[in-house]
């Protein structure tokens, strides 16, 4: 199992761009969750999602979109790239709400 | 979700135990009490969880208060390995990560 995978590992964005951090597990796990880690902080949710088709915003939504059409995949869109959005952006996933989460090695964003 | 605190860093000696304390006094009575940790340039990966007993697993033990309104993570025998950022975080409807507790273990 490669686990939870996810890309690109570093991408530079200039202000007002756009992209989509891709994010897979193999697990057949039913939630997927994105958070963000600014430097020296804990991990912020961001939207997660409870299986294909459903998903629903974290405490950090603003300026960012998700989609889940497929159990595998969950990924996380920047629409018109800020400053603030620049973190290490890190997919995690779980087979139960309670459970324990599976984090993907993270994508170092930076937006200039 | 009910808030933690931890220390921000603690210092250990390799091949000692190691106890990473936690309060979450506004504990709610079907909160899980999750420990998790990050290495360096790492995502956080799961160490232990539990309810009301006290948990042991390949990794580490968590002892959770009577009351439940502390919790107190423990590494066995301290490894280099180990030097990790520690998170405690109490568990209902989503995961609210804190600063955590930074682990140095000297040589």
């Known amino acids: 199992n490669a686990g939870v995978t996810q890309t690109p590992k570093f991408r530079i964005l200039k202000i007002g761009q756009s992209m989509t951090l891709q994010c897979a597990q193999d697990?057949?796990?039913?939630?997927m969750y994105w958070y963000r880690q600014d430097p020296g902080m804990g991990l912020k949710l961001i939207y997660y999602s409870v299986g294909a088709g459903i998903t629903d915003k974290g405490e950090v939504p603003n300026g960012y979109n998700v989609s889940r059409s497929t159990t595998e995949d969950f990924p996380l869109r920047l629409e018109l790239a800020a400053p603030s959005q620049t973190s290490v952006y890190f997919c995690a996933s779980s087979y139960f709400r309670e459970y324990e989460q599976y984090f993907g090695p993270g994508t170092r964003l930076t937006v200039t | 979700d009910a808030k933690t605190t931890q220390p921000n860093s603690m210092e250990s000696n390799e091949e000692e135990p190691v106890h990473l304390p936690c309060n979450h006094s506004t504990i709610s009575g079907t909160d899980y009490i999750h420990w998790y940790r990050q290495l360096p340039s790492q995502g956080p990966e799961y160490v232990i969880h539990?309810?009301?007993s006290n948990v042991n697993n390949r990794m580490a033990s968590l002892a959770i208060a009577e009351d439940r309104k502390s919790s107190t993570l423990i590494l066995h025998r301290a490894t280099l390995r180990d030097a990790a950022v520690y998170y405690c975080?109490?568990?209902?409807?989503?995961?609210?990560f804190g600063a955590g507790t930074r682990l140095t273990v000297k040589p």
């Open positions: 697990m057949n796990h039913n939630y």
């Open positions: 975080i109490t568990f209902n409807n989503d995961m609210r």
């Open positions: 539990g309810l009301t």
